[in-house]
């Protein structure tokens, strides 16, 4: 008999293991990263489209009256300015400034949010949503376990919903960038949202966890000859990564200030009242705390998490006679050799006075310095039609 999948495994996990996927452990979950070759799935994204199970996200919905003003008071954004069907991307911080987790909330009713949270912060957020919303006439319940959650990106990916036998969601086709609508997928209530963290045009599909399986197969057989194929974790870090968007545990923590990564823009302090972690964040990041850049490298030796960033002394000149600074002035976050652009790039916190790219700097790949240049994200944007 073939091996029980794990507790924490998606609804999907024998049609994945059918398909010869291979697996990683995320977050405590067993997730797909690939189903062969992780470049071509990131170009069918690209160029087609590409169908991605997260249904190791989190979904956690809260209700109730003052449901709106509660998620002001919890969350960074203001979330009672949301209109409906909207969606809108936000951040929990803790009290002292650094982010809990990056969120998206979707509006689905005057009194009705649906908060999704990143996989290894599932539980965090529930409790502190649940902590936070006490004094409200709210409730928070942990819907996670009962919705399961498919993602399709690409170019292709409006066609071939248009396409799907069954699919009934008034308005989709017409859907804005971070809008919802609700609708049915034959007998099965379905959300589908037009969010994605790909950099592509795209949709997010909540539905059943028994009803998955065969939206999965549905979805693959009527995109086939659109180029449509089966994606994993692997082709979704590249493809978040050129178009700049910061991943939890890497570019986002505890120990990081929305300003610090280019996310001062989320947090409300001027359209709302006291929210946690507002203090902190009127006072400011510590001097010299390090920001968040895109640095891109020649070659095709790319920068990972935890290399080091340092003055490249070879192309630094002293204007004041002094030494450039030996010890590193940064460290990378994420890097790739980028599939759509063909170099390497990376994201790197570093030191205030080199973030404008007026510094020549170097990325340490295992004892080589890599020449880098600091050039704005995202690294790669769609074109809009």
Same mark, same amino acid.
């Given at each position: !008999?073939?091996?029980?999948?794990?507790?924490?495994?998606?609804?999907?996990?024998?049609?994945?293991?059918?398909?010869?996927?291979?697996?990683?452990?995320?977050?405590?979950?067993? !997730?797909?990263?690939?189903?062969?070759?992780?470049?071509? /799935?990131?170009?069918?994204?690209?160029?087609? %489209?590409?169908?991605?199970?997260?249904?190791?996200?989190?979904?956690?919905?809260?209700?109730?009256?003052?449901?709106?003003?509660?998620?002001?008071?919890?969350?960074?954004?203001?979330?009672?300015?949301?209109?409906?069907?909207? %969606?809108? *991307?936000?951040? !929990?911080?803790?009290?002292?400034?650094?982010?809990?987790?990056?969120?998206?909330? *979707?509006?689905?009713?005057?009194?009705?949010?649906?908060?999704? &949270?990143?996989?290894?912060?599932? @539980?965090?957020?529930?409790?502190? $949503?649940?902590?936070?919303?006490?004094?409200?006439?709210?409730?928070?319940?942990?819907?996670?376990?009962?919705? %399961?959650?498919?993602? $399709?990106?690409?170019?292709?990916?409006?066609?071939?919903?248009?396409?799907?036998?069954?699919?009934?969601?008034?308005?989709?086709?017409?859907?804005?960038?971070?809008?919802?609508?609700?609708? =049915?997928?034959?007998?099965?209530?379905? $959300?589908?949202?037009?969010?994605?963290?790909?950099?592509?045009?795209?949709? /997010?599909?909540? #539905?059943?966890?028994?009803? %998955?399986?065969? #939206?999965?197969?549905? #979805?693959?057989? =009527?995109?086939?000859?659109?180029?449509?194929?089966?994606?994993? $974790? @692997? @082709?979704?870090?590249?493809?978040?990564?050129?178009?700049? !968007?910061?991943?939890?545990?890497?570019?986002?923590? #505890?120990?990081?200030?929305?300003?610090?990564?280019?996310?001062?823009?989320?947090?409300?302090?001027? =359209?709302?009242? +006291?929210?946690?972690?507002? +203090?902190?964040?009127?006072?400011?990041?510590?001097?010299?705390?390090?920001?968040?850049?895109?640095?891109?490298?020649?070659?095709?030796?790319?920068?990972?998490?935890?290399?080091?960033?340092?003055?490249?002394?070879?192309?630094?000149?002293?204007?004041?006679?002094? /030494?450039?600074? =030996?010890?590193?002035?940064?460290?990378?976050?994420?890097?790739?050799?980028?599939?759509?652009?063909?170099?390497?790039? &990376?994201?790197?916190?570093?030191?205030? /006075?080199?973030?404008?790219?007026?510094?020549?700097?170097?990325?340490?790949?295992?004892?080589?310095?890599?020449? @880098?240049?600091?050039?704005?994200?995202?690294? *790669?944007?769609?074109?809009?039609?």
């Amino acid at each position: !008999m073939p091996d029980s999948p794990p507790s924490s495994a998606s609804p999907l996990h024998a049609l994945h293991a059918a398909a010869g996927a291979s697996f990683t452990d995320f977050a405590g979950w067993q !997730m797909p990263v690939s189903y062969g070759s992780d470049l071509a /799935e990131h170009h069918a994204v690209r160029t087609a %489209a590409g169908l991605f199970d997260i249904s190791h996200m989190g979904e956690i919905v809260v209700i109730g009256p003052d449901a709106a003003a509660a998620l002001d008071h919890a969350l960074a954004g203001r979330l009672s300015a949301s209109a409906l069907w909207q %969606a809108k *991307y936000t951040l !929990m911080l803790a009290p002292e400034g650094g982010i809990v987790d990056d969120l998206i909330v *979707y509006r689905t009713a005057d009194d009705r949010f649906l908060v999704v &949270a990143n996989a290894g912060n599932r @539980a965090e957020v529930a409790r502190e $949503l649940a902590a936070r919303t006490a004094g409200f006439d709210a409730q928070v319940f942990d819907e996670s376990d009962d919705i %399961a959650l498919l993602a $399709l990106q690409g170019p292709a990916a409006l066609g071939i919903l248009r396409a799907l036998d069954g699919f009934d969601v008034p308005g989709f086709a017409e859907l804005g960038y971070y809008r919802c609508a609700a609708g =049915t997928w034959g007998e099965h209530d379905v $959300l589908v949202a037009r969010t994605g963290y790909t950099g592509e045009d795209g949709f /997010e599909l909540y #539905l059943d966890p028994d009803a %998955a399986p065969a #939206l999965w197969r549905a #979805l693959l057989e =009527t995109g086939a000859d659109s180029g449509l194929i089966a994606c994993g $974790l @692997a @082709a979704r870090d590249t493809l978040r990564l050129e178009a700049g !968007m910061p991943l939890y545990g890497h570019e986002l923590g #505890l120990d990081t200030l929305p300003v610090q990564a280019g996310l001062g823009r989320v947090v409300a302090l001027a =359209t709302k009242g +006291d929210f946690v972690g507002r +203090d902190a964040i009127e006072r400011g990041a510590a001097p010299g705390a390090r920001v968040l850049v895109g640095l891109t490298t020649e070659g095709r030796r790319a920068g990972r998490a935890g290399y080091g960033v340092f003055v490249d002394d070879s192309r630094s000149e002293s204007t004041d006679g002094t /030494e450039p600074p =030996t010890e590193p002035v940064g460290i990378v976050t994420s890097g790739a050799l980028s599939p759509t652009l063909g170099h390497p790039i &990376a994201m790197a916190y570093v030191a205030p /006075e080199v973030a404008d790219g007026s510094v020549p700097l170097a990325i340490d790949v295992r004892g080589t310095r890599i020449p @880098a240049s600091v050039v704005p994200l995202p690294f *790669y944007t769609r074109e809009k039609k």
